[in-house]
Structures are given as C-alpha cells and as structure tokens.
C-alpha cells in the first residue's frame, strides 16, 4: 500500500510563498494519482490540485487558479505543492493523498492520507 507523507509547512506572510512535499513511500511503481486538499479551521476539507500517474495535473479549487501549482519528481516519488501569493485565507492543514491512476477532487475516493502539515498565513 502507498503512504504519502506530507512536510514543508510553516508560517508565512501573506505574499509569500511555500513548497510542500508529500513523500510516497511502498509500491512506487503502481499507477496513482497524488491529490492535495486543505482543511481550514470551521471549515470543511476541500481538494486544491491533483497530478496522475503520466503526469497530468488537474486544478480544482478557483481560489488558488494561478497561484498553486503540483508537479512531481518520479525519481524521488515525491509531489510537490508551490503556492504562490499565499492569503490569509490559506491557512490550514494541508494533506496528500493517494488513489489509483486518476485524479478526484473527491476525498473518499482516495485510499491512504498523510497526516497533514499546517501552513499558517499570517502578519
């Protein structure tokens, strides 16, 4: 079973940038899709981006159009998340999650989570 785990969290201002990692570990070489989603406080998990197996990447979230993007480094089986002209409302905890082959916005769809990094915007 794959295992992604998540890191680059931190605190920022807003404006400024940050890249997260998710880490994929256990059988590397089945075909998946790595989606990202956030929960923010109050509020309910949303799916942000996703990249599938050969690479095509899908954006799902408007409020982040532009600013974030994924891409993946297959020899290192990591994705990575650089978000761009981070806002307040970018705050919270970010997750990586794994599912076969294709992509989904929709959380139950994916089959193994990470336990989150908190991303903190912030003056």
């Known amino acids: 079973q794959l295992q992604p785990v998540e890191s680059g969290g931190d605190l920022v201002q807003p404006g400024g940038s940050l890249r997260l990692s998710c880490a994929v570990s256990?059988?590397?070489?089945?075909?998946?899709?790595i989606g990202w989603f956030r929960q923010a406080p109050g509020k309910e998990r949303e799916g942000l981006t996703c990249?599938?197996?050969?690479?095509?990447?899908?954006s799902y979230l408007d409020s982040v159009k532009g600013r974030f993007s994924i891409s993946k480094d297959n020899a290192k089986t990591t994705v990575y998340l650089q978000m761009n002209n981070l806002t307040l409302e970018d705050t919270g905890v970010y997750y990586c999650?794994?599912?076969?082959?294709?992509?989904?916005?929709?959380?139950?769809?994916?089959?193994?989570w990470g336990r989150g990094t908190q991303v903190t915007v912030s003056s």
């Open positions: 990249i599938n197996y050969a690479g095509s990447r899908t």
């Open positions: 256990g059988s590397t070489k089945a075909l998946y899709a």
């Open positions: 999650a794994v599912r076969r082959i294709t992509c989904s916005n929709a959380g139950s769809l994916f089959e193994s």
